[in-house]
């Protein structure tokens, strides 16, 4: 395995947790009177992101562009995440 498919991978894995994170989030009730909603929360997770996605680049000394994991690959993560918790 070459060390593009290894950081794919763990980008992978790092996108679950991610989509984890936001359904709980989306899951959580809100008290009366909050003017952001989730959104604080989202950022935060995002930026985790963002930050994991960055250091398994650097760890592996590799660029994953959008030819090698798309938005695309990102949503089936995504709806399997929200299948499989619903």
């Avoid at 996605?53 to 592996?60: G, L, Q, R, T, W």
Wanted: with cysteine; hydrophobic share 35%; charged share 40%.
């Amino acid at each position: 395995m070459t060390d593009l498919e290894k950081a794919i991978e763990e980008i992978k894995e790092t996108y679950k947790i991610y989509f984890s994170r936001c359904k709980e989030i989306e899951d959580d009730k809100m008290p009366v009177g909050v003017m952001d909603g989730h959104n604080s929360e989202y950022k935060v997770a995002s930026n985790i992101l963002y930050e994991k996605v960055k250091e398994i680049e650097k760890k592996y000394i590799v660029k994953v562009t959008d030819k090698e994991f798309s938005i695309f690959e990102a949503y089936k993560i995504k709806k399997e995440i929200y299948e499989e918790i619903s």
